[in-house]
């Protein structure tokens, strides 16, 4: 048989736990607060407050793994190497990648992607996609955020040729090349 436990009186005002976030919050408010002002006169200098990065103009730095924009990469004739085997689509756990396939028409014995899609409100930026493909063909190294792509669900929807374009602009103007740009249009309001 089951047991059913009850909330005591106590626990269901929820006191215990506002008592605890705001000693939490509070400690660390003091915390910053006591630091900033002893740095303001020379002391505890070892010692180092949080601060807020102000974004777009400060920026913190990004690991190497971290998983910004998805890009299809780019083969010696610069074209996709995707070979339409569906196994992103089928790790996808949002469902937010469409392939059609079709016939390769350089090699009948392969296919290639013939429509390419993610739906960037369904994604959910896990990086399974990226480790399930065999031919190293989706990648999420951009270095940058997802962004407002626009105000309408279809413009959310990254096709293949937004994919190979942020490729060819990746070669182009690197990492910090492509950040500038995305970053650029916030810095001008």
């Known amino acids: 048989m089951k047991r059913i436990e009850y909330l005591s ?3 269901r005002a929820y006191l215990p736990e506002i008592v605890r976030g705001l000693s ?8 910053n607060l006591s630091i900033h002002i002893l740095h303001a006169f020379g002391l505890a200098k070892s010692s180092q407050a949080d601060v807020t990065v102000q974004y777009p103009e400060e920026r913190a730095s990004y690991p ?3 998983r910004g924009r998805h890009r299809l990469t780019l083969g010696a004739d610069d074209t996709a190497n995707c070979t339409a085997c569906f196994l992103c689509a089928t790790a996808c756990p949002a469902e937010c990648i469409y392939i059609e396939a079709g016939e390769d028409p350089r090699n009948p014995v392969e296919k290639y992607a013939v429509r390419y899609e993610i739906d960037t409100l369904r994604c959910i930026y896990c990086g399974f996609c990226v480790e399930a493909c065999p031919c190293d063909a989706i990648r999420m190294d951009t270095g940058t ?9 279809k413009a959310f929807v990254e096709d293949k040729k937004v994919l190979t ?3 060819r602009e990746l070669q182009a103007k690197g ?8 970053v650029g249009r916030y810095r001008k309001v």
């Open 9 to 11: 009186l106590w626990e």
């Open 24 to 31: 939490v919050t509070g400690y660390h408010f003091w915390r």
């Open 64 to 66: 190497d793994t971290f």
């Open 145 to 153: 955020h997802p962004g407002n792509l626009g105000f309408t669900r």
């Open 165 to 167: 374009d942020r490729s």
């Open 175 to 182: 990492k910090e090349g492509l950040y500038e740009e995305y």
